[in-house]
């Protein structure tokens, strides 16, 4: 069994995922190093190939041993790589320079480019390591997708639980650049999206409105009735409200919402003021089920699911 420390960006809001996700106590070291003990190397890897955490990592180490000093760590490792090449990948950084040094006086080969082993270490009350073939090499996911948004959707699926079906029409208020949409259309029949920017992605089932909500909304009754709107306006919360009250008559009884609200202030009370005044405006049409601050979204979001009443 592995322990894997993790540094990323977000480190918070990834431990909320991992905790929520994987069922595993994830605990938050300082650093932003995320450690999750006692976990088998293929759930190691499944997390850090998870594409909503890969993109915020920096560093990643996998521990399935631990030794007290340097010296002993250069005494096992000399025995077990005779003559490979080792990549060593070390958190924290700082401690990076003394250990190449020691392994290299030690006749320990290593190399950045060209190795057969990794070595992870991990610094702490003791020394973490792991010595593993060249594959276990953490790697970076290419990322190919119109923008940011497109994980965000990733993960407010994933998050709400939402079970998408190739029979559902979307709604997508706000669509472009077309993040959101790249996501849903492999999932869903068709989706419709609104907004006056022009989209990015295209696809068969996508078809582009171009326009604000409220100025095209007449137009949308042919497409009638909704299983699910996804609402990301860069607008107060309170204007997305009323843009969902006119589309309200678009969506099926129970279709689900997801909608980011965007906070321009950062405190508790700004938002719980801002969410029940956004509560009171949709409350005759739609019930508020969730609200939650994903990894995707930026400081000054959370996203919100709704249902039609
Ligand atoms: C943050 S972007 C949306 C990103 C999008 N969800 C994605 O996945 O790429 C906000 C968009 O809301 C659009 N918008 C703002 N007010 C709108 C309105 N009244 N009706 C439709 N779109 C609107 C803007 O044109 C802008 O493209």
Not at 78 to 88: A, G
Not at 184 to 196: S, T
Request: charged content about 30%.
């Amino acid at each position: 069994m592995f322990t894997i420390f993790i540094k990323a960006q977000r480190s918070a809001l990834i431990a909320d995922y991992i905790n929520e996700l994987y069922n595993k106590v994830a605990t938050l070291l300082d650093n932003d190093i995320i450690s999750i003990k006692d976990i088998p190397l293929t759930l190691c890897i499944s997390i850090i190939e998870d594409p909503l955490i890969n993109r915020h990592i920096s560093k990643v180490i996998l521990a399935n041993e631990a030794v007290d000093s340097i010296e002993e760590l250069v005494t096992v490792i000399k025995e077990r790589v005779k003559n490979e090449y080792t990549r060593l990948e070390v958190v924290p950084s700082e401690a990076e320079d003394k250990l190449l040094l020691d392994m290299e006086a030690n006749g320990i080969k290593l190399s950045p480019s060209r190795y057969d082993k990794v070595l992870y270490i991990f610094k702490g009350n003791k020394i973490y390591f792991s010595l593993l073939d060249k594959s276990y090499i953490f790697k970076k996911i290419q990322d190919r997708h119109i923008s940011r948004a497109y994980y965000k959707m990733m993960e407010a699926v994933k998050r709400f639980k939402i079970s998408l079906s190739k029979s559902y029409s979307v709604l997508d208020i706000g669509a472009a650049p077309g993040g959101w949409s790249e996501y849903l259309k492999d999932y869903v029949k068709e989706i419709v999206a609104v907004d006056p920017g022009d989209l990015l992605v295209n696809s068969y089932n996508i078809r582009h409105i171009k326009g604000r909500f409220e100025d095209v909304v007449d137009s949308l009754a042919e497409y009638c009735c909704f299983d699910l709107i996804v609402i990301d306006v860069n607008r107060d919360p309170i204007y997305a409200a009323e843009l969902l009250i006119k589309a309200s008559g678009l969506a099926k009884k129970d279709a689900k919402i997801i909608m980011t609200a965007k906070l321009f202030k950062r405190s508790k009370s700004y938002r719980d003021h801002i969410i029940e005044r956004f509560r009171s405006v949709i409350k005759d049409r739609f019930l508020l089920l969730d609200m939650k601050r994903l990894i995707s979204n930026s400081d000054n979001e959370i996203t919100l699911l709704l249902s039609k009443i």
